[in-house]
């Protein structure tokens, strides 16, 4: 079954922790991608990965740590420097071809106690 | 800075009728446009993926269009059920792979 998986579903924080999600892929692509979604928000773009080894800021990486040592895993490190953790995290992946169709995790619910 | 806007933000329809979800995006120098699912508390369902040189795309009972130089797409539900009811997103990609998505559109379809 092809796909990508999200641990754990949920997942609860104090205040001060450093939390790891973890998103794995074998679909075998290259791309990878974390996403947070807040109520009444779009979804916005935290890391990328293109290929192992190299990742880039998203549109909100102040607070988040990645790593891509390997192809098919895309962990996301939120560290106590994020002062607004709680929110719904989707990880994505695609090729990087033209046909860069992405596709996501059934995510995971982070909430800060 | 690419701004995707999805109209209306919720619609609820009686089982069985055709509609039509809206988006627009701000720079048209995109590289393809893809809408989404989503059902409460999960991940986003691929739906269809439209390449900027393409005009629309086709699955099943949707169909997806696209018109870059208006800065529009239009999703297109024909004979819709209670099962399509869920959050529909667009999304707009960047020549990086980057998307911006929209806030999306609550369906509802009543039985």
């Known amino acids: 079954d092809g796909g990508i998986t999200q641990s754990p579903k949920y997942l609860f924080r104090k205040e001060g922790q450093n939390v790891t999600l973890s998103c794995e892929q074998n679909?075998?692509?290259?791309?990878m991608y974390w996403y947070r979604q807040d109520p009444g928000q779009g979804l916005r773009l935290i890391y990328y990965?293109?290929?192992?080894?190299?990742?880039q800021k998203g549109d909100i990486a102040e607070g988040y740590s990645v790593s891509r040592e390997k192809k098919e895993s895309f962990p996301l490190t939120v560290t106590s420097a994020q002062k607004n953790p709680t929110a719904f995290y989707l990880c994505?992946?695609?090729?990087?071809?033209?046909?860069?169709?992405?596709?996501f995790g059934p995510g995971t619910r982070l909430t800060v106690l | 800075k690419q701004e995707v806007t999805q109209i209306p933000a919720a619609l609820s329809v009686p089982e069985g009728e055709n509609l039509v979800l809206n988006c627009s995006f701000t720079?048209?120098?995109?590289?393809?446009l893809q809408w989404f699912r989503q059902d409460p508390g999960k991940g986003l369902t691929s739906l269809l993926l439209?390449?900027?040189?393409?005009r629309e795309q086709t699955s099943g009972r949707l169909n997806a269009s696209l018109d870059k130089s208006s800065g529009r797409s239009t999703l297109y539900i024909a004979a819709s059920q209670p099962g399509d009811s869920a959050t529909y997103l667009c999304?707009?990609?960047?020549?990086?792979?980057?998307?911006?998505f929209g806030k999306g559109t609550l369906l509802t379809v009543n039985p």
């Open positions: 679909l075998n692509h290259d791309a």
């Open positions: 439209i390449q900027s040189s393409q």
């Open positions: 990965s293109q290929i192992v080894n190299d990742f």
């Open positions: 994505a992946s695609s090729e990087t071809g033209e046909r860069n169709e992405q596709f």
């Open positions: 999304a707009v990609g960047g020549s990086n792979y980057k998307l911006t």
């Open positions: 720079d048209s120098a995109i590289y393809n």
